[in-house]
């Protein structure tokens, strides 16, 4: 059992979990993620480490609320536990070597950029961040950022907080400015991350995806995480999340990851119709 030492609501939909656990805290690296269980008949489910803190023994999650899971994940509190929390898991996001980098996040793949964003400025690393919401409503980390970020640009969909536009509109930007990069990090909804691909592609800059498909059993074993990478199947799970974004099939990825919602849906209401029943 693993106990939740913090939780606090980032947005409407997004919550942060402090979670004890100093095995996994231990040997965590930015990019790398966890499977969860709720409980003892739980299903499993994959969230990113969006922090850890090794003398503390504890790991952070950040988590949007779309399904089953993920709703009774959100009514677990403070002082209270959760079943099974294994990890850490996948392979951790290269950094060695990088000197100046962009980190582009949209929405909730920003808690999985953050970690990213803050080791490499520890690093000594110069970082961009370009960081993308559909409103002011949403953002989330966003004084986590900028406090580790050379430059950090906010854009949402509206213009309610930030500039208004795309994250694609902010790269590109800066890249006709001369901004010259070692390499691009992006981390998102599947159609942001393929635009922003497409764009580097186009100024010939190493771009890398990181790649949150379904999963279930995170060791290789069920093939649920498979990606089309450079024409080979890969499996997101042991050979990323991140892989070179100019030779991912994002279209295969956007129709698999398409076709579970309505399963998603439908259990997401059965579950918060089981806690109103509660409640009442």
């Known amino acids: 059992m693993y106990k939740i030492l913090r939780r606090k609501e980032l947005n409407p939909t997004v919550t942060l979990l402090e979670i004890d656990a100093p095995a996994v805290a231990k040997k965590a690296e930015p990019g790398q993620f966890i499977i969860l269980r709720t409980?003892?008949?739980g299903e499993?489910?994959?969230?990113?480490?969006?922090?850890?803190?090794?003398?503390?023994?504890?790991?952070t999650i950040i988590f949007q609320v779309v399904g089953a899971t993920t709703e009774k994940l959100n009514h677990i509190m403070e002082?209270?536990?959760?079943?099974?929390?294994?990890?850490?898991?996948?392979?951790?996001?290269?950094?060695d070597g990088l000197k100046k980098v962009a980190v582009v996040g949209g929405g909730v793949g920003c808690a999985i950029a953050y970690p990213i964003t803050k080791k490499l400025h520890n690093m000594g690393c110069e970082v961009h961040s370009i960081v993308g919401f559909r409103n002011k409503d949403l953002v989330i980390l966003e004084d986590e950022f900028k406090a580790n970020s050379t430059k950090m640009v906010m854009m949402t969909d509206d213009g309610s907080h930030g500039e208004k536009g795309l994250v694609t509109d902010a790269l590109r930007k800066l890249i006709e400015s001369g901004e010259q990069y070692d390499e691009v990090i992006t981390i998102g909804p599947l159609i942001m991350m393929k635009f922003v691909c497409q764009l580097t592609k186009e100024f010939n800059i190493k771009t890398i995806a990181s790649m949150n498909p379904i999963m279930i059993d995170g060791t290789g074993m069920c093939g649920g995480c498979r990606l089309t990478v450079g024409g080979e199947t890969k499996f997101a799970c042991v050979d990323g999340p991140d892989f070179d974004g100019h030779l991912i099939?994002?279209?295969?990825?956007?129709?698999?990851?398409?076709?579970?919602?309505?399963?998603?849906?439908?259990?997401?209401?059965?579950?918060?119709?089981?806690?109103?029943?509660?409640?009442?």
């Open 39 to 41: 409980d003892a008949e």
């Open 44 to 59: 499993r489910i994959p969230l990113t480490v969006a922090d850890y803190d090794r003398e503390k023994g504890s790991v």
């Open 79 to 95: 002082g209270e536990y959760i079943h099974d929390f294994v990890g850490p898991l996948g392979v951790a996001t290269h950094t």
């Open 249 to 280: 099939d994002f279209d295969e990825a956007m129709d698999r990851g398409a076709m579970y919602k309505p399963f998603e849906r439908h259990k997401h209401e059965e579950t918060c119709n089981l806690f109103n029943k509660e409640v009442k």
